[in-house]
């Protein structure tokens, strides 16, 4: 018997949805847990894409099947609709699923009292300044400098995320399939005082993309994670590379990554 969990978002919609999809799991022999925990076999999702990324960073990014059900406005994530419960119940219980893995992020963010803090993302990471000033910024991949930005800020984005904020700053469209790092300007200046690159650099698996805020300027900032802020006095560094964990998303057998990106 498995263990799942269902993770829903507060809409009446959602949750209606979530008591629909618990009934049916339990008539059909499934233990439904109330919390998330180290016996969790596998999480339903319940909500849109912004639902699941809050519930993979709520569970931790286990590695065990995540499958979406989408009463959102986008359902990149998702695979399911909610007129379709019978059916991914059916899918859980025969196991006639494909899994997609998808590599996180780790960012990890150095203050100037030597202090360190590390987090995971599925999609994208952005360091931005002051939200009304530009920022300088100071970028690097590996041991190789690349430029003194001046923007709005510089996002990291994975495959993932290639399709999410990444995609509306220009950024390419990339395959899930393939591991890499895209490093996309946010509002970048390019004036005959600033030189900013004003295209996204693809950066390959292995390859550190690092970030310094400019000691001429204030370095203080926000450190977007999945969407979710944090801000930092005396930033130091921000790095940003592929981690070696990754989560699991269930695709049914005639998902293509090509369809989707057009519906």
């Keep these: 018997m498995k263990n799942i ?22 008539a059909r022999g499934f233990s439904v847990q109330e919390k998330f925990g180290a016996d969790t076999e596998f999480v339903c999702v319940v909500g849109g894409d912004g639902t699941f ?47 997609q893995r998808h590599k996180l992020l780790l960012a990890t963010v150095r203050t ?43 996002l990291v984005a994975s495959s993932a995320g290639s399709t999410a904020y990444n995609y509306s700053l220009g950024g390419s469209i990339v395959d899930p399939r393939i591991d890499l790092l895209q490093v996309t300007p946010i509002a970048p200046m390019n004036t005959i005082v600033f030189r900013s690159f004003t295209s996204s650099i693809l950066v390959p698996p292995g390859q550190v993309v690092h970030i310094y805020p400019d000691k001429e300027f204030k370095k203080s900032g926000y450190l977007i994670v999945d969407g979710r802020e944090h801000f930092f006095e005396n930033c130091e560094e921000v790095a940003v ?8 998303l269930v695709r049914l057998a005639d998902y293509d990554f090509w369809a989707k990106v057009k519906s």
């Design 241 to 248: 590379e592929l981690s070696d964990d990754e989560i699991q």
């Design 5 to 26: 969990f269902i993770y829903s978002n507060d809409s009446e919609a959602s949750l209606k949805v979530a008591g629909q999809l618990k009934d049916k799991l339990i």
């Design 112 to 154: 100037q009292c030597g202090m360190q803090h590390s987090f995971k993302a599925l999609t994208d990471v952005v360091y931005k300044g002051s939200i009304s000033k530009v920022t300088h910024l100071n970028l690097a991949i590996g041991e190789s400098f690349i430029e003194k930005f001046s923007g709005d800020g510089i």
């Design 53 to 99: 990324m809050h519930g993979l960073q709520e569970c931790g990014f286990p590695s065990i099947p995540f499958v979406g059900v989408n009463t959102g406005h986008l359902g990149f994530f998702q695979e399911f609709q909610p007129e379709n419960l019978d059916e991914l119940v059916e899918v859980i219980r025969t196991g006639d699923f494909r899994v």
